[in-house]
């Protein structure tokens, strides 16, 4: 069986409404998910034994049972009765815990990909309740779709029929969130500072007709992200990138899920490079980006 190689793309939060905590301790959430091609890439080998193994030179990702990959492997062979073993390869670009749920696309690759090197046949409706399972982010991946609406822990998966191409600066500084904690510093801010969750202002349906008509101006002013309080606890610093990003002449700015990536809607390809020159300097991390 020869090896085969899958894309992981990453993706952005355009809008992330959080609507409140739920029993189950997640949080009641409604987003605009859009693919970008940032990517990482996954090769899957077949092995002669059932073991699951993980490759990766970045030494943030884990090789171990940890890993959302590993976990998409072992539900497979555990529910498909797979008694074939899998090497996966991980060549990573996507910033790990960045908001940008490489790991998760990495996950949903893996389902993905398995399913035709174990040619188990599964519709993508299997696919997606498999993926929703192993978190919040991965089901968007498996409906190869530029955009889509995202509900419920984000997992309840509507595609958009939207056309338009985008095209972003997307910073991410050196610091790891993890979204476990940002979600956790919200309830604390409600909390202390009586903040309401539920609130009248649906962003979503602000920024759908923009999205729609393709109106990047319309979509700039549209961009929202509720757990922008959260993340600035952690890092009140991060202000700054926004406010710097913006002065640079962005249509908008916005962390991407619980952050730290922040990215800038740009007019076009060129004014999104025009953008980057002047972040690349401070910043490691500075990529043009677009829908994917
Ligand atoms: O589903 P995922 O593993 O990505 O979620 C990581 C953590 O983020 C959860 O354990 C939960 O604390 C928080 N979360 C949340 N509400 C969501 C998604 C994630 O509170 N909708």
Redesign the pocket.
């Known amino acids: 069986m020869k090896p085969l190689t899958v894309r992981a793309p990453a993706k952005l939060n355009l809008v992330l409404d ?1 609507l409140g ?2 029993p189950d ?5 409604r987003t605009v998910f859009e693919r970008i091609d940032l990517s990482d890439r996954i090769t899957l080998t077949a092995r002669n034994d059932n073991k699951v193994r993980v490759k990766c030179a970045n030494p943030q990702v884990p090789k171990g049972p940890q890993n959302l990959v590993v976990k998409a492997a072992r539900l497979l062979q555990l529910e498909r009765g797979v008694t074939r073993g899998v090497t996966i390869a991980i060549d990573k670009k996507i910033p790990v815990a960045a908001g940008l749920a490489g790991g ?1 696309s990495n996950a949903a690759a893996v389902l993905l990909g398995l399913n035709r090197l174990w040619n188990l046949k599964l519709s993508r409706a299997q696919l997606a309740a498999y993926a929703a399972g ?5 089901a968007f991946f498996i409906y190869d779709t530029p955009y889509a609406l995202g509900e ?4 309840k998966i509507r595609p958009l029929p939207v056309r338009a191409k985008l095209w972003h600066v997307l910073v991410t500084p050196r610091f790891k969130m ?3 904690g ?3 510093r ?1 309830a604390g801010l409600r909390q202390g500072a009586n903040l309401r969750l539920t609130k009248k202002k649906d962003n979503v349906n602000i920024l759908l007709p923009y999205l729609r008509k393709n109106m990047p101006s319309g979509i700039g002013r549209a961009l929202a992200n509720d757990l922008e309080p959260a993340i600035l606890s952690l890092r009140p610093d991060f202000v700054r990138l926004k406010e710097k990003l913006s002065a640079a002449g962005a249509l908008g700015v916005c962390f991407s899920g ?1 952050g730290p990536s922040v990215f800038a809607l740009a007019r076009s390809k060129a004014h999104a490079g025009q953008i980057k020159a002047r972040f690349d300097r401070r910043y490691s991390q500075v990529y043009v980006v677009s829908t994917l």
């Not at 301790?25 to 959430?29: A, I, M, N, R, T």
């Not at 192993?134 to 991965?138: N, T």
């Not at 419920?152 to 997992?155: I, P, S, V």
Request: aromatic share 8%.
């Open positions: 959080c905590k739920r301790g997640f949080h009641e959430l998760s192993l978190g919040s982010d991965v419920g822990r984000g997992e993890l979204t476990k940002v979600f956790g919200l619980s």
